[in-house]
Protein backbone atom coordinates (compact mmCIF):
# COMPACT_ATOMS: atom_id res chain seq x y z
CA UNK A 1 0.00 0.00 0.00
CA UNK A 2 2.85 2.57 0.97
CA UNK A 3 5.68 3.15 -1.04
CA UNK A 4 8.43 5.68 -0.12
CA UNK A 5 8.11 7.82 2.68
CA UNK A 6 5.18 8.67 5.05
CA UNK A 7 4.36 12.21 5.21
CA UNK A 8 2.51 13.21 8.50
CA UNK A 9 1.51 17.34 7.41
CA UNK A 10 0.84 19.87 10.39
CA UNK A 11 -2.78 21.62 10.71
CA UNK A 12 -2.40 25.12 9.81
CA UNK A 13 -4.67 27.65 11.41
CA UNK A 14 -5.74 30.84 10.09
CA UNK A 15 -4.56 34.29 12.02
CA UNK A 16 -8.40 33.90 13.80
CA UNK A 17 -7.58 30.27 14.95
CA UNK A 18 -9.74 28.17 12.27
CA UNK A 19 -8.32 26.18 10.79
CA UNK A 20 -6.97 27.17 7.30
CA UNK A 21 -8.13 24.48 4.97
CA UNK A 22 -6.25 26.66 1.67
CA UNK A 23 -3.31 26.36 3.47
CA UNK A 24 -3.83 22.51 4.51
CA UNK A 25 -4.68 21.81 0.83
CA UNK A 26 -1.57 24.04 -0.12
CA UNK A 27 0.86 22.26 2.41
CA UNK A 28 -0.06 18.42 1.27
CA UNK A 29 0.12 19.02 -2.01
CA UNK A 30 3.64 20.54 -2.00
CA UNK A 31 4.49 16.99 0.13
CA UNK A 32 2.63 14.85 -2.32
CA UNK A 33 4.93 16.43 -5.36
CA UNK A 34 7.88 16.34 -3.46
CA UNK A 35 8.01 12.26 -3.03
CA UNK A 36 6.02 11.51 -0.25
CA UNK A 37 4.57 8.06 -0.69
CA UNK A 38 1.75 8.05 1.63
CA UNK A 39 -0.06 10.84 3.92
CA UNK A 40 -1.25 10.93 7.27
CA UNK A 41 -3.61 13.73 7.81
CA UNK A 42 -4.62 15.01 11.51
CA UNK A 43 -2.86 12.79 13.35
CA UNK A 44 -0.03 13.27 15.95
CA UNK A 45 2.01 16.05 13.74
CA UNK A 46 -1.83 17.46 12.61
CA UNK A 47 -2.97 17.70 16.19
CA UNK A 48 -5.55 15.61 16.05
CA UNK A 49 -6.19 16.14 20.03
CA UNK A 50 -6.86 19.43 19.09
CA UNK A 51 -9.50 19.29 16.41
CA UNK A 52 -13.08 19.00 17.42
CA UNK A 53 -14.85 16.58 14.82
CA UNK A 54 -16.19 19.20 11.77
CA UNK A 55 -12.72 20.47 11.78
CA UNK A 56 -10.89 17.24 11.90
CA UNK A 57 -13.84 15.90 8.77
CA UNK A 58 -12.58 18.82 6.83
CA UNK A 59 -8.95 18.48 7.57
CA UNK A 60 -9.09 14.52 6.03
CA UNK A 61 -11.25 15.89 2.94
CA UNK A 62 -9.02 18.54 2.28
CA UNK A 63 -6.20 16.61 2.02
CA UNK A 64 -7.95 13.69 0.18
CA UNK A 65 -9.21 16.55 -2.64
CA UNK A 66 -5.69 17.65 -2.10
CA UNK A 67 -4.25 14.44 -3.41
CA UNK A 68 -6.68 13.65 -5.78
CA UNK A 69 -5.76 9.73 -5.18
CA UNK A 70 -1.91 9.90 -6.00
CA UNK A 71 -1.42 8.37 -2.63
CA UNK A 72 -2.87 6.79 -0.22
CA UNK A 73 -4.49 8.84 2.70
CA UNK A 74 -4.78 7.59 6.55
CA UNK A 75 -6.24 10.15 9.09
CA UNK A 76 -5.91 10.00 12.98
CA UNK A 77 -8.55 8.26 14.89
CA UNK A 78 -8.96 7.64 19.29
CA UNK A 79 -9.83 9.24 22.53
CA UNK A 80 -13.06 7.57 23.72
CA UNK A 81 -14.06 4.66 22.30
CA UNK A 82 -17.08 5.97 20.97
CA UNK A 83 -15.70 9.42 20.08
CA UNK A 84 -12.73 6.91 18.05
CA UNK A 85 -15.36 5.18 16.41
CA UNK A 86 -17.12 8.48 15.24
CA UNK A 87 -13.75 9.83 13.54
CA UNK A 88 -13.52 6.69 12.16
CA UNK A 89 -16.92 7.25 10.31
CA UNK A 90 -15.86 10.72 9.74
CA UNK A 91 -12.63 9.87 7.78
CA UNK A 92 -14.74 7.45 5.45
CA UNK A 93 -16.93 10.18 5.00
CA UNK A 94 -14.26 12.52 3.72
CA UNK A 95 -12.90 9.78 1.54
CA UNK A 96 -9.72 8.47 3.61
CA UNK A 97 -8.26 5.48 2.81
CA UNK A 98 -7.76 3.96 6.21
CA UNK A 99 -7.13 5.67 9.91
CA UNK A 100 -4.55 5.89 12.23
CA UNK A 101 -5.68 4.34 15.76
CA UNK A 102 -4.13 6.71 18.55
CA UNK A 103 -4.37 5.69 22.36
CA UNK A 104 -7.47 5.93 24.14
CA UNK A 105 -8.35 8.61 26.97
CA UNK A 106 -6.21 8.54 29.67
CA UNK A 107 -6.69 5.44 31.20
CA UNK A 108 -4.35 2.67 31.56
CA UNK A 109 -5.86 -0.73 30.05
CA UNK A 110 -4.97 -4.64 29.88
CA UNK A 111 -3.90 -6.23 26.87
CA UNK A 112 -7.76 -7.73 26.62
CA UNK A 113 -9.03 -4.23 27.14
CA UNK A 114 -6.76 -3.19 24.56
CA UNK A 115 -7.76 -5.33 21.97
CA UNK A 116 -11.52 -4.72 22.88
CA UNK A 117 -10.83 -0.67 22.42
CA UNK A 118 -9.39 -1.52 18.63
CA UNK A 119 -12.42 -4.34 18.08
CA UNK A 120 -15.16 -1.72 19.03
CA UNK A 121 -13.09 1.93 17.99
CA UNK A 122 -12.79 0.91 14.09
CA UNK A 123 -14.61 -0.08 10.94
CA UNK A 124 -14.11 -3.67 9.31
CA UNK A 125 -14.40 -1.68 5.84
CA UNK A 126 -11.75 1.25 6.94
CA UNK A 127 -7.90 0.20 7.09
CA UNK A 128 -6.60 0.92 10.35
CA UNK A 129 -2.67 0.51 11.85
CA UNK A 130 -2.93 0.50 15.49
CA UNK A 131 -1.05 2.75 17.28
CA UNK A 132 1.62 1.68 19.94
CA UNK A 133 2.51 4.46 22.53
CA UNK A 134 1.45 6.47 25.47
CA UNK A 135 -1.44 4.34 27.60
CA UNK A 136 -1.39 1.92 24.54
CA UNK A 137 1.09 -0.37 25.21
CA UNK A 138 0.49 -4.07 23.48
CA UNK A 139 2.69 -7.17 24.63
CA UNK A 140 3.15 -10.09 22.23
CA UNK A 141 -0.12 -11.63 22.71
CA UNK A 142 -2.21 -8.91 22.18
CA UNK A 143 -0.39 -7.41 19.69
CA UNK A 144 -1.04 -10.46 17.60
CA UNK A 145 -4.57 -10.73 18.29
CA UNK A 146 -5.35 -7.28 17.14
CA UNK A 147 -3.35 -8.10 13.95
CA UNK A 148 -5.69 -10.99 13.54
CA UNK A 149 -8.65 -8.13 13.10
CA UNK A 150 -10.08 -8.00 9.89
CA UNK A 151 -9.80 -4.51 9.50
CA UNK A 152 -6.14 -4.18 11.26
CA UNK A 153 -3.08 -4.03 7.77
CA UNK A 154 -0.53 -2.84 10.44
CA UNK A 155 0.84 -1.94 13.64
CA UNK A 156 2.87 1.14 14.56
CA UNK A 157 5.76 1.47 17.43
CA UNK A 158 5.85 4.71 19.35
CA UNK A 159 6.95 3.23 22.46
CA UNK A 160 11.14 2.24 21.56
CA UNK A 161 11.11 -0.40 23.84
CA UNK A 162 13.39 -2.60 20.43
CA UNK A 163 13.55 -5.57 22.46
CA UNK A 164 9.65 -5.81 22.77
CA UNK A 165 9.26 -4.73 19.06
CA UNK A 166 11.33 -7.28 17.93
CA UNK A 167 9.62 -10.02 20.15
CA UNK A 168 6.03 -8.54 18.64
CA UNK A 169 7.11 -8.29 15.38
CA UNK A 170 8.56 -12.11 15.53
CA UNK A 171 4.76 -13.35 16.95
CA UNK A 172 2.83 -11.54 14.52
CA UNK A 173 4.80 -12.88 11.50
CA UNK A 174 4.85 -16.48 13.14
CA UNK A 175 1.10 -16.69 13.70
CA UNK A 176 -0.43 -14.21 11.22
CA UNK A 177 -1.68 -15.39 8.08
CA UNK A 178 -0.90 -11.96 5.99
CA UNK A 179 2.63 -11.53 4.58
CA UNK A 180 2.02 -8.44 4.38
CA UNK A 181 0.84 -7.39 7.65
CA UNK A 182 2.92 -3.63 8.05
CA UNK A 183 5.04 -2.61 10.60
CA UNK A 184 6.12 1.38 11.25
CA UNK A 185 8.63 3.03 13.30
CA UNK A 186 6.92 6.05 15.10
CA UNK A 187 9.13 7.06 17.24
CA UNK A 188 9.75 10.95 17.28
CA UNK A 189 12.42 12.10 14.63
CA UNK A 190 12.11 8.84 13.53
CA UNK A 191 15.36 8.62 11.49
CA UNK A 192 16.93 8.82 14.13
CA UNK A 193 16.39 5.41 15.41
CA UNK A 194 15.04 3.84 11.62
CA UNK A 195 18.50 1.95 11.43
CA UNK A 196 17.67 0.20 14.32
CA UNK A 197 14.33 -0.35 13.80
CA UNK A 198 14.69 -1.95 10.39
CA UNK A 199 17.42 -4.72 11.54
CA UNK A 200 14.58 -5.89 13.45
CA UNK A 201 11.94 -5.93 10.58
CA UNK A 202 10.20 -2.72 10.70
CA UNK A 203 10.97 -0.95 6.95
CA UNK A 204 8.31 1.59 7.31
CA UNK A 205 8.75 5.14 9.44
CA UNK A 206 7.20 7.84 9.34
CA UNK A 207 9.14 11.38 8.78
CA UNK A 208 7.77 14.90 11.15
CA UNK A 209 10.55 15.99 9.23
CA UNK A 210 9.51 15.83 5.75
CA UNK A 211 7.12 18.82 6.59
CA UNK A 212 9.76 21.45 6.29
CA UNK A 213 12.89 19.53 5.32
CA UNK A 214 11.76 17.60 2.52
CA UNK A 215 15.02 17.54 0.50
CA UNK A 216 16.81 16.01 3.48
CA UNK A 217 14.09 13.29 4.08
CA UNK A 218 14.28 12.04 1.18
CA UNK A 219 17.82 12.02 1.00
CA UNK A 220 17.70 10.53 3.96
CA UNK A 221 15.33 7.47 2.92
CA UNK A 222 17.03 6.89 -0.26
CA UNK A 223 20.44 6.39 1.38
CA UNK A 224 18.81 3.96 3.76
CA UNK A 225 17.05 2.17 0.71
CA UNK A 226 20.34 1.78 -1.06
CA UNK A 227 22.87 1.24 1.71
CA UNK A 228 24.98 4.63 1.61
CA UNK A 229 26.25 4.53 4.95
CA UNK A 230 28.19 7.90 4.58
CA UNK A 231 25.41 9.62 3.32
CA UNK A 232 23.26 8.36 6.46
CA UNK A 233 25.72 9.28 9.35
CA UNK A 234 26.68 12.72 7.51
CA UNK A 235 22.59 13.46 7.99
CA UNK A 236 22.51 11.96 11.32
CA UNK A 237 25.67 14.07 12.38
CA UNK A 238 24.11 17.45 11.23
CA UNK A 239 20.60 17.37 10.85
CA UNK A 240 18.58 14.91 12.95
CA UNK A 241 20.76 14.25 16.05
CA UNK A 242 20.91 18.08 16.81
CA UNK A 243 17.27 18.12 15.42
CA UNK A 244 16.48 15.20 18.29
CA UNK A 245 18.41 17.36 20.97
CA UNK A 246 16.13 20.74 20.17
CA UNK A 247 13.34 18.66 20.36
CA UNK A 248 13.93 17.35 23.85
CA UNK A 249 14.32 20.82 24.93
CA UNK A 250 10.62 21.97 25.13
CA UNK A 251 7.10 19.87 26.08
CA UNK A 252 5.11 19.27 22.98
CA UNK A 253 7.99 19.81 20.60
CA UNK A 254 7.34 17.02 18.54
CA UNK A 255 5.02 19.04 17.16
CA UNK A 256 5.26 22.99 17.81
CA UNK A 257 8.42 22.51 16.06
CA UNK A 258 7.67 21.30 13.03
CA UNK A 259 5.25 24.17 12.94
CA UNK A 260 7.76 26.28 13.48
CA UNK A 261 10.05 24.82 10.79
CA UNK A 262 7.10 24.92 7.99
CA UNK A 263 7.26 28.86 8.96
CA UNK A 264 11.03 29.06 8.68
CA UNK A 265 10.44 27.74 5.25
CA UNK A 266 8.16 30.41 4.47
CA UNK A 267 4.99 29.11 4.91
CA UNK A 268 2.10 29.78 7.18
CA UNK A 269 1.41 27.40 10.12
CA UNK A 270 -0.84 29.63 12.64
CA UNK A 271 1.36 27.99 15.62
CA UNK A 272 -0.23 25.28 18.23
CA UNK A 273 -3.44 25.41 19.97
CA UNK A 274 -3.22 24.76 23.87
CA UNK A 275 -1.89 22.94 25.71
CA UNK A 276 0.93 22.99 23.15
CA UNK A 277 3.03 26.19 23.22
CA UNK A 278 4.84 27.72 20.34
CA UNK A 279 8.99 27.62 19.78
CA UNK A 280 10.86 30.49 21.23
CA UNK A 281 12.47 32.80 19.31
CA UNK A 282 16.21 31.47 20.95
CA UNK A 283 15.15 28.04 19.78
CA UNK A 284 14.20 28.98 16.42
CA UNK A 285 17.28 30.72 15.57
CA UNK A 286 18.53 26.91 16.63
CA UNK A 287 16.36 25.25 14.14
CA UNK A 288 17.02 27.46 11.46
CA UNK A 289 20.46 26.41 11.94
CA UNK A 290 20.12 22.98 12.27
CA UNK A 291 18.20 23.55 8.81
CA UNK A 292 20.97 25.46 7.17
CA UNK A 293 23.87 22.20 8.33
CA UNK A 294 21.41 19.18 7.34
CA UNK A 295 21.20 21.25 3.79
CA UNK A 296 25.03 22.19 3.74
CA UNK A 297 25.71 18.21 4.21
CA UNK A 298 23.16 17.65 1.59
CA UNK A 299 25.02 19.44 -1.14
CA UNK A 300 28.59 18.08 -0.22
CA UNK A 301 27.04 14.96 -0.48
CA UNK A 302 25.55 15.41 -4.13
CA UNK A 303 29.23 17.15 -4.89
CA UNK A 304 30.44 13.80 -3.80
Known sequence: MFKGLLFFPVTPYRSDGEVDLDELAAHVKRGVDAGA?????????????????????EVVRAAVEAIGGRVPVFAGAGGPVRTARRFADLAKDAGADGILLLPPYLTEASGAGLVGY????????????VYNRANARFNEDSAVAVARLPQVI???????????MSRIVRAVRDQGDDPSFLFFNGMPTAEV????????????????????????????YEALERGDLATLESLERTFYHPLARLRAKGAGYAVSLIKAGVELVGHSSGGVRPPL??????HRQELAGILAAGLAALTETDKG
Open 277 to 282: TDVPQP
Open 118 to 129: VREATRQDLPTI
Open 37 to 57: GGVFAACGTGEFSALEPGEYG
Open 193 to 220: TQRAYRAIGVPLYSSAAFAFAPRIALAY
Open 154 to 164: GFKDGAGDLDL
